[in-house]
């Protein structure tokens, strides 16, 4: 009997260990979950701290060196104001008010150094393409060029400009006047080298004529065929009209435009005759200043 109970016990004991599995666990101890989770906040105020001194670096960084940010908002704010002025030229709006950063733009514009740049590319395209052309022997073939930007304007017009403005302002307008009155002369004489005779066109009044023609050669101007100057009882707010019949009547009398050159759109636009015009850069707010 003993030896059959031995024998059922072990048969017992061997089915049990068969059904028997060991389960794996992780077992922490409380002083070791509280030096984890003081790892983990430490190493959270780390990040926070990087964070914070990555950030400081960059804001240091971009006041530094902003010219990145700078020059991409210029060229929004640049694109911003060329619309307004080029929509204000197109259809004569003298009065109209351009936003207020657009001043502050074009005072960048002539101090960078991008107005003269801009100058330079268009005068020498004008040098380039008459160069292509040789003018007849007659005398008639002729280009036109408004001197508006070029010469000051009549005295009581002038006296208003800087009555109106203040000094910083007046004497950026005046060197942007001074940087065109170079490139512009500098393409004058060269025309007149070539054998080209020219025409200086103004939309101030006949009155002035000859204070117009003291400030022309006190610039450098000499031996131009003529300047053509409004009436004194002419409309002076169709301009884009009175260069219109101002080229109808030199066609008349045999002269052949071959070019004209101006700031404004006034004086380019009209019937096509043929006529290359070449647009100098203009200050987008000029004349809203």
């Not at 017009?157 to 942007?176: G, Q, T, V």
Request: include cysteine; charge should be negative.
């Amino acid at each position: 009997m003993e030896q059959q109970y031995s024998a059922v016990s072990l048969s017992d004991d061997s089915d049990t260990s068969s059904h028997y599995r060991p389960e794996s666990a992780f077992y922490m101890t409380s002083f070791t979950a509280t030096i984890f989770l003081a790892s983990l906040v430490t190493l959270g105020v780390l990040l926070i701290t990087l964070l914070v001194s990555l950030a400081i670096m960059l804001q240091s960084c971009q006041s530094e060196n902003p010219g990145a940010t700078e020059l991409a908002n210029l060229n929004d704010y640049y694109s911003h104001c060329r619309v307004h002025s080029l929509h204000a030229q197109l259809n004569s709006l003298e009065e109209y008010d351009l936003p207020n950063i657009c001043r502050d733009l074009t005072i960048h514009y002539i101090k960078g150094g991008q107005y003269a740049i801009d100058l330079n590319l268009t005068v020498s395209m004008i040098d380039d393409y008459f160069k292509s052309l040789r003018p007849s022997d007659n005398g008639l073939d002729v280009v036109l060029i408004d001197i508006d930007d070029i010469v000051p304007p009549n005295p009581y017009s002038f006296y208003l400009y800087h009555r109106s403005h203040n000094d910083s302002i007046s004497n950026c307008m005046k060197e942007a006047k001074d940087v065109k009155l170079m490139f512009v002369l500098r393409l004058y004489m060269k025309l007149q080298t070539d054998g080209w005779s020219i025409i200086l066109l103004s939309r101030e009044s006949q009155i002035y004529q000859n204070v117009t023609i003291n400030h022309l050669v006190s610039a450098g101007f000499s031996d131009w065929s003529s300047l053509m100057m409004r009436a004194e009882d002419s409309d002076s707010t169709k301009w884009n009209e009175y260069f219109s019949r101002q080229r109808s009547v030199m066609q008349k009398n045999g002269f052949n435009i071959r070019g004209i050159i101006s700031s404004h759109f006034d004086a380019l636009t009209g019937p096509d005759t043929g006529t290359r015009n070449f647009l100098l850069p203009d200050l987008l707010c000029m004349s809203q200043i």
